[in-house]
């Protein structure tokens, strides 16, 4: 996913993640230097601090400390708070297709390492289990109990809801509007530099970094998951891809290739992409306007399905 955005806009860009992450920020014309960039000041450490408390990679994240605590209350930060609720939040709205309880599934199937850095793994008890009940998790303050056996992934929701805190801070520092990218995932809010709607582009996931289409949204977050991009060979030599089949625990096997949703957050954006892989076609894009959202598929003979709604943010 590419963006598009006016000349009068601050541009920041950063590694975050284990990806690119953007931001751009639209001021008041009056706006001094210095007051314009104490706006983006921060960005990157702010970015470290999420990431630290969220990823699998880090044995010492807060994820990976309740994984091991197998049952044990912890105590967690408060963003780790905001991400296990909307976890929860996610896996009701779609009756469990997204699950951030595969964990234990992803590294069976091979993805136990990151891919942009071989030497960060995931490391996972011996009690770890796919397939958790979120609903057994219990959260008392800041104390945190996961049902034992339960290890959560943050995958795509952790991009997604980092570019939704993000964006609302930037605002609170008092920028007119922003547009935050975190690994493709967009949160835009206030005031886009034409006056009216941000422009983002739809990649082709055949030939990127082509474009299958601009959208424009005034307020919002729009994800795409894609299973074209994280792909790796086993040591039997079959493919495999990191969406995962809450049914089957093994790599979703679908023909659509990106499926791409636009919500009113980017982190619900993420959640909502995921039963695109699972569910009859019709059956998904009938569903997603009652959600509140807009969808595009793409099939791997890069045929297009929208939502009905979809053509409004064309």
């Known amino acids: 996913m590419t963006v598009t955005v006016a000349a009068r806009t601050l541009?920041?860009?950063?590694?975050?993640?284990?990806?690119?992450?953007?931001?751009?920020?639209?001021?008041?014309?009056?706006?001094?230097?210095?007051?314009?960039?104490?706006?983006?000041?921060?960005?990157?450490?702010?970015g470290v601090q999420l990431e630290r408390c969220w990823s699998r990679f880090i044995a010492d994240s807060d994820l990976s400390r309740l994984t091991d605590a197998a049952g044990s209350p912890v105590t967690v930060a408060a963003d780790t708070l905001?991400?296990?609720?909307?976890?929860?939040?996610?896996w009701r709205e779609t009756d469990h297709?997204?699950?951030?309880?595969?964990l234990?599934?992803?590294?069976?199937?091979?993805?136990?390492?990151?891919?942009?850095?071989?030497s960060r793994s995931t490391r996972l008890p011996e009690s770890a289990r796919a397939r958790a009940d979120l609903e057994a998790m219990r959260i008392e303050g800041e104390?945190?109990?996961?049902?034992r056996g339960a290890a959560l992934d943050p995958g795509g929701?952790?991009?997604?809801?980092?570019?939704?805190?993000?964006?609302?801070?930037?605002?609170?520092?008092?920028?007119?509007?922003?547009l935050v990218e975190i690994g493709g995932d967009v949160r835009v809010a206030g005031a886009a530099p034409d006056g009216v709607?941000?422009?983002?582009?739809?990649?082709?996931?055949?030939?990127?970094?082509?474009?299958?289409?601009?959208?424009?949204?005034?307020?919002?977050?729009?994800?795409?998951?894609?299973?074209?991009?994280?792909r790796w060979m086993t040591d039997s030599g079959t493919e495999r891809h990191h969406l995962i089949d809450p049914a089957t625990q093994r790599s979703a096997i679908s023909s659509i290739q990106t499926v791409t949703v636009i919500a009113a957050t980017a982190a619900r954006a993420e959640v909502l992409?995921?039963?695109?892989?699972?569910?009859?076609?019709?059956?998904?894009?009938?569903?997603?306007?009652?959600?509140?959202?807009?969808?595009?598929?793409?099939?791997?003979?890069?045929?297009?399905?929208?939502?009905?709604?979809?053509?409004?943010?064309?």
């Open 157 to 178: 929701i952790g991009k997604g809801l980092a570019a939704d805190l993000l964006c609302a801070e930037l605002l609170a520092r008092g920028a007119r509007g922003c």
């Open 11 to 46: 541009e920041h860009e950063w590694t975050m993640m284990g990806g690119t992450a953007r931001a751009s920020v639209v001021v008041d014309p009056e706006t001094a230097p210095p007051a314009a960039d104490a706006m983006v000041a921060g960005l990157e450490s702010r």
């Open 97 to 102: 297709d997204f699950d951030p309880t595969l």
């Open 197 to 230: 709607a941000w422009r983002i582009a739809v990649e082709d996931p055949f030939a990127p970094p082509a474009v299958r289409g601009t959208i424009r949204l005034p307020d919002g977050g729009i994800a795409t998951s894609s299973q074209r991009k994280r």
């Open 273 to 314: 992409t995921k039963p695109g892989f699972l569910r009859p076609i019709d059956d998904y894009l009938a569903w997603i306007p009652t959600r509140g959202a807009a969808a595009l598929l793409i099939d791997a003979d890069g045929v297009e399905r929208t939502t009905a709604n979809w053509s409004d943010y064309a």
């Open 143 to 147: 104390t945190v109990t996961l049902p």
């Open 104 to 118: 234990p599934a992803v590294v069976a199937e091979g993805y136990g390492r990151s891919m942009l850095d071989p």
């Open 82 to 90: 905001t991400l296990l609720h909307a976890m929860l939040d996610g």
